[in-house]
């Protein structure tokens, strides 16, 4: 399969999962074909979805042979809204188990940036035989920074972008994201803003939950022993979302973990650095 051969509405699906208290219709989108399958989870930015993440890291995946699935986790994109006034890794990782089930998918590794990172780590925790290996991005536990003070300024433009969904306000929350703001156009801007706009539900209930329980994704530090899978835990040196401090609490906790971090990098490691990025994770995954 060829970069053209594919785009987002030629893959995109839906699917309802009916997993524990949950009952949703999810939507994701599914690429290639393989024996092998890698599950990509978002971050929890306004208008964030699988595409919107990895665009850039599908399809050498796809050309190696294995199946892609981006899921849009519930309260982003063409997902189901929801209120999470609990843990939403775990709400994440619960709506990922039901959509495995759905897709009869019994093991699968899975690319996690950011929130995805730390619905990951609730994936492996509470589902251990569903995992095959791990990659974590810019996140993988709630738990603080020892080194800079939170919530961190990315995490507050990311608040203000929630409450106020302007171009300006989504302009300073990219140039954030990114080491170098060169490479933002004025198309990428364009589309995340439409995503954004097109579900207010979202946005609100992302306000609400924030306001009824302020701590959404809690710090699994203490537990990270009980994770067997190998794991490739990868850091840009300047992220101002989520630091660098949390992949060196990561990297000791993880029995089997290694971290590879990028420099002239912010939070979006997969996107500032895909193209070294995409061989280190082939490489990862296949030996
Ligand atoms: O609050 C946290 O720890 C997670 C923040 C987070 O997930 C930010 C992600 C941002 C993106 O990658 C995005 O919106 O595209």
Not at 225 to 250: C, K, N, Q, Y
């Amino acid at each position: 399969m060829t970069a053209t051969a594919f785009s987002e509405a030629s893959t995109s699906r839906f699917a309802r999962i009916k997993e524990g208290d949950l009952d949703l219709q999810l939507h994701y989108n599914d690429l290639g074909e393989g024996a092998e399958t890698v599950v990509m989870l978002h971050g929890s930015g306004p208008g964030a979805s699988g595409w919107a993440n990895f665009n850039r890291n599908i399809e050498p995946l796809v050309n190696a042979g294995f199946r892609v699935i981006l899921m849009d986790c519930p309260g982003w994109s063409k997902s189901d809204t929801i209120i999470s006034e609990g843990s939403r890794s775990n709400l994440n990782a619960q709506a990922l188990k039901g959509l495995l089930d759905v897709l009869d998918l019994d093991r699968v590794h899975i690319i996690g940036n950011s929130m995805g990172a730390h619905s990951t780590v609730a994936f492996a925790l509470e589902y251990p035989e569903r995992i095959g290996k791990l990659i974590l991005m810019g996140g993988g536990t709630g738990g603080p920074s020892a080194f800079v003070p939170q919530p961190t300024e990315g995490i507050k433009l990311i608040g203000a972008l929630y409450r106020d969904p302007t171009i300006e306000n989504l302009k300073k929350m990219m140039n954030v994201f990114v080491f170098d703001a060169s490479g933002l156009t004025d198309e990428l801007f364009q589309t995340r803003l439409d995503n954004i706009l097109s579900r207010r539900d979202h946005l609100e209930n992302f306000v609400k939950s924030s306001t009824i329980n302020p701590k959404q994704f809690p710090d699994f530090s203490h537990r990270l022993h009980e994770i067997s899978a190998d794991t490739l835990l990868v850091w840009g040196r300047e992220d101002r979302f989520v630091p660098m401090d949390t992949g060196l609490r990561l990297l000791a906790g993880l029995p089997k973990a290694q971290l590879h971090v990028f420099n002239r990098c912010g939070h979006w490691a997969q996107w500032e650095h895909a193209e070294k990025f995409n061989r280190m994770v082939l490489d990862f995954l296949t030996h």
